[in-house]
């Protein structure tokens, strides 16, 4: 559960990598802005699909930091990432109704009302005083009726709910294998409510909204985002260089964008760090530097796959990031190249690197996520 910027923010880096801060420090994105909002406004729901830090969460709390300030409308932003039954499901989506109603008239009587009715008990923290549930759920079947209660309680409020499951995929790994179907039974009597399910498996995702036999089929819109622009994204890293009074040439700029791939995280963090590390005038020796940095602090970490993985894995890994990406990945002259054993071997090391999220397939070839690990394996072997 994440807060949603309420009010603009000045921070000291102009490039955050770690939240959302506020529309001025949002790179473009405006039509997938325009559209989130026009399918809530027609009644329609949105499934958002993107690789990891793409900007898909950051695009999420974008779009409701703009839709909160219709004070008809009450949003709640829910990751349930971290979760792992619906037990928990139960959990962060009542802290997320908690934290909003907190700030209201009559909060104690009217929570503690829809806290029982969910079999559970608020609890306060220590420190913070911050309240939260502790669930206590016996089986699946009390799990759906705490589910059931949820939703009664959304119903009966006379504000418009705006929901956003972060890592809605996250599911179909319950032990309870009829969530799906429980979630939307639940789901499709919520008519003044709006919903929108994100994640970053989209094998996963496609095969809940488009599988004709899944409960989900057909109930949203799909939308899978792309890369930014990167004459736009050069123009508003641009902007806040100048802004800040740096000078920076924007074909150096350009030339980072492209050297990331574009990666929204990746290219975001360099120029985190690049802006920390600049003085006036921005170099291009400055630049080196903070590349060389970057990877250096993460080498640890990255000798440690070597362990984590096993040897074809690791091997297959650094032949797909010497190559940038690779389209046949059991071609003769590719397992020839790199020295790589059967390509049976070679296919189930390419399955287990998929399932360990460190490699994805898109654009007709496979490729890393870590756009930092694939400069690294390039560079030390």
């Known amino acids: 559960m994440v807060a949603i910027a309420t009010k603009e923010i000045e921070p000291e880096n102009p490039f955050p990598v770690l939240d959302y801060i506020s529309p001025e420090y949002f790179c473009d994105r405006k039509n997938e802005t325009e559209k989130i909002i026009s399918a809530f406004k027609n009644g329609r ?5 993107s690789i990891r830090r793409l900007g898909k969460t950051i695009l999420l709390k974008h779009v409701l930091n703009k839709l909160q300030k219709d004070k008809d409308n009450r949003i709640l932003f829910i990751d349930i990432m971290p979760t792992e039954c619906l037990k928990d499901f139960v959990k962060v989506f009542s802290d997320a109704i908690i934290k909003d109603e907190r700030s209201n008239r009559g909060f104690l009587e009217k929570i503690s ?8 008990k608020l609890v306060f923290n220590d420190l913070s005083g911050i309240p939260s549930v502790e669930v206590s759920i016996a089986d699946e079947k009390e799990a759906e009726m705490s589910i059931n209660k949820i939703f009664e ?5 006379k504000s418009k709910y705006i929901i956003a499951f972060d890592e809605f995929q996250q599911i179909v790994n319950y032990p309870e294998k009829n969530t799906e179907a429980i979630l939307r039974t639940a789901i499709q009597h919520q008519h003044k409510d709006s919903f929108i399910f994100s994640g970053s498996s989209k094998d996963i995702l496609m095969s809940m909204f488009s599988d ?8 949203s819109d799909i939308m899978e985002l792309k890369r930014i622009d990167p004459k736009v994204y050069t123009s ?3 902007k806040h260089f100048k802004k800040r009074g740096k000078i920076i040439d924007k074909n150096l700029i350009s030339h980072y964008i492209d050297f990331y791939k574009n990666h929204t995280y990746y290219v975001q963090y360099f120029f985190n760090r690049l802006f920390e590390y600049s003085r006036e005038e921005v170099t291009e020796k400055e630049a080196r530097l903070v590349e060389y940095l970057i990877l250096k602090e993460r080498e640890y970490i990255y000798f440690g796959y070597r362990n984590l993985l096993t040897s074809v894995q690791f091997s297959v890994m ?3 990031a010497k190559e940038g990406g690779v389209e046949q990945i059991n071609s003769g002259s590719f397992l020839n190249k790199y020295k790589l054993s059967q390509p049976s071997s070679v296919t189930a090391a390419v399955n287990a690197l998929i399932d360990k999220q460190m490699i994805y397939y898109e654009d007709n070839k496979y490729q ?3 756009v930092y690990l ?8």
């Open 212 to 219: 004709y036999s899944k409960p989900f089929y057909q109930s």
């Open 113 to 120: 009302v829809f806290v029982a009715g969910i079999r559970g």
């Open 318 to 320: 650094t032949a797909i």
């Open 153 to 157: 309680y959304l119903a009966a409020q």
């Open 374 to 381: 694939e400069k690294w394996l390039k560079e030390t072997f």
């Open 45 to 49: 729901y949105i499934t958002l699909i």
């Open 368 to 370: 890393l996520y870590d």
């Open 236 to 238: 508003h890293i641009f």
